[in-house]
């Protein structure tokens, strides 16, 4: 296998280095040792599971349980190694992705983590939680043949795993150190990305973090049974070993200010502040005890060992829990309350099923864990009982008519049917709005009317010259690997900046 010119990858283009790296003679005899229709014909994976009875009782057993050496490398063999792969066009951090699948053909597992972290900081996590299907593997060219895609996201969690637990966990290339400093807010997916990128370009980067965890929602908003906290540790740990400075229990906006940050000789923010505000739907009864945010169920879940009864703030643990939403955070919270012992676990959508946006793998694991689906419904009030807690909810049946600016069906009500069902805990989740700590702490900063703050597309820049921004903090609620791709575009974006002075 020819060894590529690492100093000549700085200048190539990344369709030059598609190229280049397809051409090598591993490739090409790789590509001429199985016909495409052999490739084609291969059928898809099946990862194993947990048996759904079980882990609808375990909260900290991953449901997931990756893929084997043998299966690994089998899927690797559907992959047709394309001369211009279109699965890249679809992933927001450029991952090499017929490169790193090649490499696991081939057996060489170290080599695909090693591709992976070229580009993603985070490889071990978007494996497990980035929707692929709307993505990487919607491009795929088995899609356009009417076949399966290539399953990317089980063999980029197989490479990153195999690496974790071989212990030969190897550091990506890091340019000399450059002596300048850049500050980021925020330790989510977004921070992490541009914390990644700016560390190997050689800068002094310090992540400041809220909270008393680093890993922002991958923590908090992230069940350990869909993403252990493990695995986040890890991919922190790296990024640890690479340099990068973490300061734990500081806001930025309220412990240190813009003005301390430029103080203390930062050059170039970056603010990964997410979306933490929690949206309701000023219903009557949403102020009664057992009604709550889905930000704040599994925050204290995730983060504060809550359910546990002998914690200082134990969380309810309802037996008729009503979930209200159909994204992945409403199934995230769903399945986390059957965990909990709920008898009762029920998704409340307004829209049908189709209309869902989470994941059809989240969706699949809470029916088989026992979840109920009340799609074309939609809460209208809460009743409580004689000591203020929610005992009941009306729900309003909908139909569905003319598409939305979403392009998704607008739900519309059915006249005079209403059905009152009982509940003992009601966990809304709506979507979330912006923490509106920094754009009122960065005087001069751009906001928009969601209280989103506003950057340029190319760069990610705000109206302040040296503070860029990414994640939900700018799109008001969005993938991991979105997040991670704004991190990306802003490190780019800051370092040219930088680097013209």
Known sequence: MLKRNKEADWIMTTEELIAARRAEPWREALRKSKKNKERTDLARVKMSELNPEYRSHTRLEEVNLGLTKEQAMQEAQRCLDCPNPSCMKGCPVGIHIPTFIKHIECGEFLEAAKTLKETSALPAVCGRVCPQEKQCESQCIHVKMGKPAVAIGYLERFAADYERESGQIA???????????????????????????????????????????????????????????????????????????????????????????????YKGIFVASGAGLPNFMNIPGENLVGVMSSNEYLTRVNLMDAANPESDTPVLQGKRVAVIGGGNTAMDSVRTARRLGADRAMIVYRRSEEEMPARLEEVKHAKEEGVEF???????????????????????????????????????????????????????????????????????????????????????????????????????????????????????AMDRNLRKG
Do not use: W
């Open 171 to 265: 550091l990506p290339e890091l340019a000399p150190k450059n002596g300048i400093k850049v500050a980021v807010v925020g330790s989510g997916p977004a921070g992490l990305s541009f914390a990644g990128d700016m560390v190997k370009k050689g800068y002094d980067v310090t992540v400041y973090e809220a909270l008393h965890e680093i890993g922002g929602v991958l923590k908090y908003g992230i069940p350990e049974f869909r993403l252990p906290n493990r695995i986040v540790d890890v991919e922190i740990e790296g990024l640890r070993k690479m340099g990068v400075t973490f300061v734990k229990d500081c806001i930025v906006g309220k412990t240190i200010s813009y003005e301390d940050l430029h103080a203390e000789g």
């Open 374 to 492: 009340l799609t074309l419904h939609n809460p209208i009030e809460y009743i409580g009982d004689e000591r203020g807690r929610v005992k009941q909810m009306r729900l309003q049946v909908m139909e569905l008519g003319e598409p939305d600016a979403s392009g998704r069906r607008r739900p519309v009500p059915v006249e005079g049917q209403i059905v009152t069902i009982d509940v003992d805990e009601v966990i809304v989740s709506i979507g979330v709005s912006p923490n509106p700590l920094i754009p009122r702490a960065f005087s001069g900063l751009e906001v928009s009317k969601k209280g989103t703050i506003v950057v340029s597309e190319e760069e990610m820049r705000s109206a302040l010259p040296d503070v860029y921004a990414g994640g939900d903090i700018v799109r008001g609620g969005a993938t991991v690997i979105l997040a991670m791709g704004d991190g990306r575009k802003a490190a780019a």
